[in-house]
């Protein structure tokens, strides 16, 4: 099979790009130890009510961090609690999320906050409301026959 001086070259491009792309992409993952940020820490599905700061959701002010407020939502069997929260404007918050049962979604719309809530994990998101007004909260993982009713919202007040 007789290939162009130009395909060769080519060829000979594309596959040493993609060998370099997978070395890269290997040294990350396995020798620097990256990994997907969410997710990293993880909670027993069956104490979630009673360890913290899931025992108590809703959100908290903090001292000596690098965020404003902690926001606590624990989401189960079509609610998520608590069910409507405000947040002052311009506020730092770190949003701290779980579930109980099954898989579902945390997205706030209007927003570029969209978390997937899985039990026994935790996910966690560090936001600044820099708008008022009420920014309602949505399952976007189907979770069963009333995941079309699992909402929540937070209300940026001055």
């Given amino acids: 099979m007789h290939m162009h001086k130009f395909e060769k070259i080519w060829l000979i491009f594309g596959v040493a ?82 579930t109980k049962d099954v898989i579902h979604g945390f997205e706030v719309a209007g927003t570029n906050i969209n978390m997937m809530l899985e039990p026994g994990y935790i996910s966690e998101h560090i936001t600044t409301f820099d708008k008022t007004g009420e920014y309602l909260i949505l399952c976007n993982e189907y979770c069963g026959v009333g995941h079309h009713m699992m909402t929540s919202k937070i209300e940026v007040v001055e």
């Fill in 17 to 98: 790009m993609l060998i370099v792309f997978l070395t890269v992409i290997g040294v990350s993952a396995f020798y620097l130890g990256n990994q997907p940020p969410s997710c990293l820490a993880t909670i027993d599905p069956v104490k979630v009510d009673t360890t913290a700061p899931f025992n108590e959701p809703g959100l908290k002010k903090v001292e000596g961090k690098e965020w404003d407020y902690e926001l606590v939502f624990v989401a189960s069997a079509f609610s998520y609690s608590p069910g409507a929260v405000e947040v002052p404007l311009g506020a730092k918050v770190k949003i701290i999320a779980t």
